[in-house]
């Protein structure tokens, strides 16, 4: 008696959890209901690449018909020496796409962040010049999309070129080479995959003065002959910004000037901005996390309801204006970047899913617009 009444309480968890496991497995797929054309994509970590989240990757396997690497295949982490490849954990991230039949996404081949310092070294000290800058950069191309040519699908050949004003970044990259650093970059990868798709990817594209930069930089690669496939829009928003009105703009100037949209890595941060986090020293990040870090122990109600309308809001708007995909960066609230950016330890909660697994009201939301667009296929 004593035996089985301790068993009880067990048994009713267990009964519970099966109960939620049914109710989850009977959630329609979020790829299922979404409308032909429109991929539904994750950004994926070590955690899922190395199987060490099963239940991540169950989401995975469930939810997305799509995959971007959150790391792996970055320039620091995929050649962190001259010569010196570690493509363990991008092998196994392609083959985990792979085995659900997804369509794998590299990221990035150029990018002035989580680059090693000695990409961006002068031979004997001196600065870096133009052809050893673009002989590294292309026995980097060559080497990275050249090995899962025909198995990644497509390529972020540049991220973040522009400036908040549409000038082109002042980065290594276009001090060693030159403006044509973008055009040979796209050059290279397409020699390296030519079958692959390309894209151009960056962030506040919803401002009107970088969309337009970005849309005549990559007609401007047309015009050389250059073919590319997508512009991307990271899309790391907030709630209340930026406006609906600019990225409905946004994604209609793309589509006018005849390229296709992509969202490339959704995530809606929560908490307060500061004008200031970005170039805070320390002790003012301090007083920002604390003044910032509003919701430690879990979200509001009432604030969960709103990230649900902002992401029916965002979803609604990349419908109307046929975006070929959406990336979520990230699975759960648990691997969101947006822990620690740009201000570290602080708690967010910009996915679908929360730290737990379990489906929040954005997911639902999410799902109910692409239900009324899209409907259910096999
Ligand atoms: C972020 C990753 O999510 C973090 O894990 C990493 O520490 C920093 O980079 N724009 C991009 C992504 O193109 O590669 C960045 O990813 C987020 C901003």
């Not at 010196?84 to 794998?104: I, N, Q, T």
């Not at 509003?294 to 969960?304: E, F, K, T």
């Amino acid at each position: 008696m004593a035996r089985s009444s301790t068993l009880l309480p067990v048994a009713v968890a267990l009964l519970g959890a099966v109960a939620a496991a049914a109710a989850a497995a009977e959630t329609p797929a979020l790829k299922s209901v979404a409308p032909p054309g429109l991929r539904i994509g994750v950004a994926l970590g070590r955690k899922h690449s190395d199987g060490k989240d099963p239940a991540g990757l169950a989401l995975v396997a469930r939810h997305f018909n799509q995959v971007t690497p959150e790391n792996v295949l970055k320039w620091g982490p995929v050649h962190p020496e001259p010569g010196r490849f570690d493509f363990g954990p991008a092998d196994r991230f392609v083959a985990l796409g792979e085995r659900h039949g997804m369509f794998v996404v590299g990221h990035v081949l150029l990018w002035h962040q989580q680059t090693p310092a000695w990409v961006f070294a002068g031979t004997d000290g001196g600065k870096l010049d133009r052809e050893t800058a673009l002989a590294r950069l292309r026995s980097h191309i060559q080497a990275v999309a050249g090995r899962y040519k025909g198995r990644i699908g497509g390529w972020d050949v540049v991220n973040e070129a522009l400036e908040e004003d549409g000038t082109l970044r002042k980065t290594p990259w276009l001090e060693a080479i030159g403006e044509d650093y973008v055009e040979r970059a796209f050059a290279f990868a397409r020699e390296a995959d030519p079958a692959a798709e390309l894209y151009y990817n960056d962030y506040n594209l919803w401002k009107p003065a970088k969309r337009d930069a970005a849309i005549r930089l990559v007609r401007g690669l047309e015009a050389k002959g250059l073919r590319v496939d997508g512009i991307g829009e990271q899309a790391h928003w907030g709630v209340d910004d930026p406006p609906l009105a600019d990225i409905d703009a946004a994604l209609g100037a793309m589509r006018a000037a005849g390229l296709v949209p992509h969202i490339t890595e959704l995530d809606i941060d929560v908490l307060p901005r500061d004008p200031d986090m970005w170039g805070a020293d320390l002790s003012r990040k301090q007083q920002i996390r604390a003044a910032t870090n509003v919701y430690p122990d879990g979200l509001p109600p009432a604030m969960q309801e709103k990230l649900a309308r902002r992401y029916a809001d965002v979803f609604r708007l990349f419908l109307k204006h046929g975006v070929a995909r959406v990336t979520l960066w990230g699975v759960t609230d648990a691997d969101s970047w947006l822990h620690d950016f740009p201000i570290p330890g602080r708690v967010n909660y910009p996915l679908l899913w929360d730290k737990d697994g379990r489906e929040k009201p954005a997911f639902d939301a999410v799902l109910e617009v692409l239900r009324e667009h899209g409907g259910s296929r096999p």
